[in-house]
């Protein structure tokens, strides 16, 4: 009888599509290995063609997309595409890496007959055949529970906090500023981390898309504020709220934020905020141009790189999720 040996030896592929290709190569220098070779094209009518030059037969493949930019829904719609075409090239595990899950701040239904659609971007890359998601500082963290798969919900703060460490505010007071009640729990994390005071702004929206401060719980008299946010869209609610604190007697404001979405006047209006300094993420790419005034970009690479390498060792990720829960 003809005997055979099988190949049981695990391999790894890590590809890009077009919405973030600097962090996904940035993440695969931190891996030490090269992005691997996907075709990705339109047609004259704007459809969408994906195609792997590469085998990913048996491969845990690994695809790098944030849904964010100008094009949002062609980034969704691009990373769709690249999980069927995975699953059809007969991939062993495909995981989903969202440095921005877009469509997340729907996350419920504020007002009748609205949807969901932080629900459905879940339900379609189930659909598509996605076997794991890894994502940062979702909008609200419940968003985990719309998936019937494994969620890696990673988080910046220690990024944050070990930058703010390095400037050495010796002698003074910080305070950790949340711009509304629903960021105060991580701001209240982060102020853990620097030893710092905390203070909690109430937003309202009169309208869609527009917000208004009502309320400051907390002293920040004389303090180094730091407003610590999971995105900036337009900026009119960072620019409500750093007005608030400057009316309030804030010393210093630094604003810290992990997804930059700066649609519309946001870019123009971070770069112009009256504060010290604008400490972003790169999960979302910011124009080199308006990285050489307040605006700062930290990389995000090192910590993916981490979650995708303990994943793929079967290591454990929870110490990227909470430091304070590691196990």
């Known amino acids: 009888m003809a005997a055979f040996t099988t190949n049981t030896q695990k391999s790894m592929a890590l590809f890009s599509g077009s919405a973030n290709p600097k962090l996904a190569d940035a993440i695969a220098n931190e891996l030490g290995i090269s992005l691997g070779n996907v075709k990705l094209e339109k047609f004259s009518n704007g459809e969408i063609y994906a195609r792997y030059l590469e085998s990913v037969r048996g491969v845990d493949v690994f695809i790098v997309q944030s849904v964010a930019g100008p094009q949002v829904n062609d980034a ?88 703010y460490k390095s400037k050495n505010f010796e002698g003074e007071q910080l ?86 979405v700066f649609s519309g006047p946001g870019l123009e209006r971070m770069a112009n905020l009256n504060v010290k300094e604008v400490l972003v993420c790169d ?14 970009v930290v990389s995000v690479a090192p910590l993916f790189a981490r979650a995708i390498r303990n994943v793929y060792n079967n290591g454990s990720v929870s110490e990227l999720f909470d430091p304070d829960f590691a196990l």
Do not use: W
Not at 184 to 211: F, Q, W
């Open 175 to 260: 305070c950790v500023v949340s711009p509304d009640v629903g960021r105060a729990k991580a701001a209240k994390k982060l102020s853990d981390m620097l030893g710092a005071d905390l203070a909690i702004m109430h937003k309202g929206r009169p309208e869609h898309n527009k917000a208004d401060i009502t309320a400051l719980i907390g002293d920040v008299d004389g303090k180094i504020c730091i407003v610590n946010d999971d995105m900036i869209d337009t900026g009119g609610s960072m620019v409500g709220a750093v007005d608030t604190l400057h009316t309030k007697g804030a010393k210093e404001i630094y604003v810290c934020t992990t997804h930059p």
């Open 283 to 296: 999960t979302i790419p910011v124009p080199m141009e308006y990285q050489t005034g307040k605006i700062k």
């Open 76 to 163: 969704l719609m691009e990373l769709l595409i690249m999980i069927d075409a995975a699953k059809r090239a007969s991939a062993h595990t495909i995981t989903a890496v969202l440095p921005h899950y877009g469509y997340a701040r729907q996350d419920r239904k504020a007002a009748a007959r609205e949807p969901i659609t932080a629900k459905l971007v879940a339900d379609l890359l189930q659909t598509a055949g996605v076997d794991r998601v890894m994502t940062i500082d979702l909008h609200q963290g419940q968003i985990q529970g719309f998936f019937d798969i494994p969620v890696d919900h990673l988080t910046a703060l220690p990024i944050f906090a070990d930058y």
